[in-house]
């Protein structure tokens, strides 16, 4: 059965706030999570128009919220590290991080993230470690790379996949673990 909700601007009052840092802390760009938050509160005012049931709203709220964030990652092309980083400002690519300004919950998880991305880069076997870092940090084509080692550009994109695929699985956990 369907909870009570007499009025959405309650609704869109009380979960607000919690709804946006969460969806802060997976969208790097303020204007694209305020795009969302406003979809996701829209998409309730037109559900709730439209008489449909909704058990658990905050539930609802937070799976809206999700499944948006995924639309708007799919609808683009994943950026490397070394296309986001321009001139002197090396770090850049850590504006994909959660915001060092949304408060120490933040600033907490984005040392994390950081630290893990690190450990988990360090971990990759050398030759993976190798391709991933000239490629993906240091912005260098797969031919430079193979001009540079005599590897072949085919191995080398090889060793990237593995390299991508071990950085995923262990990267993983910290993703669930915050995405809580």
């Given at each position: 059965?369907?909870?009570?909700?007499?009025?959405?601007?309650?609704?869109v009052?009380?979960?607000r706030?919690?709804?946006?840092?969460?969806?802060r802390?997976?969208?790097?760009?303020?204007?694209?999570?305020?795009d969302?938050?406003?979809?996701?509160?829209?998409?309730?005012?037109?559900?709730?128009?439209?008489?449909?049931p909704?058990?658990?709203?905050?539930?609802?709220?937070?799976r809206?919220a999700?499944?948006r964030?995924?639309?708007?990652?799919?609808?683009?092309?994943?950026?490397?590290?070394?296309?986001?980083?321009t001139?002197?400002d090396?770090?850049?690519?850590?504006?994909?991080?959660?915001?060092?300004?949304?408060?120490p919950d933040?600033m907490?998880?984005?040392?994390?993230?950081?630290?893990?991305?690190?450990v988990?880069?360090?971990?990759?076997?050398?030759?993976?470690?190798?391709?991933?870092?000239?490629?993906?940090?240091?912005?260098?084509?797969?031919k430079q790379?193979?001009?540079?080692?005599?590897?072949?550009?085919?191995?080398?994109?090889?060793?990237?996949?593995?390299?991508?695929?071990?950085?995923?699985?262990?990267?993983?956990?910290?993703?669930?673990e915050?995405?809580?």
């Amino acid at each position: 059965m369907a909870e009570p909700e007499p009025n959405m601007s309650d609704v869109v009052d009380r979960e607000r706030s919690r709804l946006r840092s969460f969806i802060r802390r997976r969208v790097p760009d303020p204007a694209d999570a305020e795009d969302i938050l406003q979809d996701v509160f829209s998409r309730l005012i037109e559900a709730n128009e439209m008489l449909v049931p909704i058990e658990h709203v905050t539930g609802w709220l937070y799976r809206v919220a999700r499944n948006r964030i995924a639309d708007l990652f799919r609808a683009r092309r994943p950026e490397r590290f070394s296309e986001i980083a321009t001139g002197d400002d090396e770090l850049a690519f850590e504006e994909m991080l959660p915001s060092p300004d949304d408060g120490p919950d933040a600033m907490l998880e984005r040392q994390f993230l950081l630290e893990a991305l690190e450990v988990a880069i360090n971990e990759l076997p050398r030759e993976q470690r190798d391709v991933f870092v000239a490629h993906e940090l240091e912005g260098k084509s797969f031919k430079q790379i193979s001009e540079g080692t005599g590897v072949s550009v085919n191995t080398l994109l090889s060793r990237k996949h593995y390299a991508v695929r071990r950085l995923r699985e262990a990267l993983q956990s910290v993703h669930d673990e915050w995405a809580e």
